[in-house]
């Protein structure tokens, strides 16, 4: 157990709909990352949010959407959903902006879109 | 761009035995980490083992070691004494040590099978 939450485990949804992904992480780290991992495409680096502030963006659609609250819990919003964004989500965690400390991943969320 | 490459998409071991998984890499940067991951059918990620570029000194953790050569931008993982458990899919990642940016670049994964 890496000690980084996700829920849900499992989402089924239809194409159009609106979803959230939340991401508890470790106790004492700031950072949040989130990625997709999809057939296609692999394993591939969403964004980063650092102490609740937005810190590095990758191949994330402008559907997709992220923030960290206060409590340094983070949700992935995941908007008109297509087939194509069938995948496993994952959020890690590290102690600080990554670059010294490893970081640890959740259990991950399997999205369906049908 | 840094990419990372891992060019055999699947390997089988027989119990007991050594494997060595392959991986690649590209990179202006000087200074990097270089990790394995491990993603067994439960789908969770979890760390093997990590490499400093600056550090010549190949990294071990228990049965598992690396062979870095920086030079060439190669990095493999060799598994000793493979055992059923480590049947599963198998990640090299790249990170860089500077700067605000510090995701974790894949390579497209290895399928590692182990008969007993």
């Known amino acids: 157990d890496s000690g980084v939450t996700q829920t849900p485990k499992h989402l089924i949804t239809a194409t159009g709909q609106r979803v959230t992904l939340r991401c508890s992480p470790r106790?004492?780290?700031?950072?949040v990352y989130w990625y997709q991992q999809s057939l296609d495409q692999g394993l591939q680096f969403l964004i980063q949010y650092y102490n609740g502030e937005e810190r590095a963006k990758g191949n994330i659609l402008e559907r997709f959407s992220a923030q960290q609250f206060p409590d340094l819990h983070s949700e992935l919003n995941l908007s008109s959903l297509e087939l194509g964004d069938s995948a496993l989500y994952f959020c890690?965690?590290?102690?600080?902006?990554?670059?010294?400390?490893?970081?640890?991943f959740g259990p991950g969320t399997r999205l369906t879109v049908t | 761009a840094q990419t990372v490459t891992q060019s055999q998409p699947e390997m089988s071991v027989q119990e007991a035995e050594t494997v060595t998984l392959s991986c690649t890499y590209d990179t202006s940067e000087s200074d990097y980490y270089l990790f394995w991951y491990k993603q067994p059918p439960s789908r969770q990620m979890i760390l093997v083992i990590r490499q400093e570029a600056y550090k010549q000194q190949n990294a071990t953790e228990n049965r598992f070691s690396v062979n870095f050569q920086k030079a060439a931008k190669s990095f493999s993982l060799k598994i000793s004494d493979s055992q059923l458990g480590d049947a599963a899919m198998y990640f090299c990642?790249?990170?860089?040590?500077?700067?605000?940016?510090?995701?974790?670049?894949f390579g497209k994964g290895i399928t590692l099978s182990v008969r007993p």
């Open positions: 990642a790249y990170r860089i040590t500077t700067g605000a940016n510090s995701k974790l670049t």
């Open positions: 890690a965690s590290s102690v600080d902006l990554g670059v010294t400390y490893e970081q640890y």
């Open positions: 106790s004492g780290d700031l950072s």
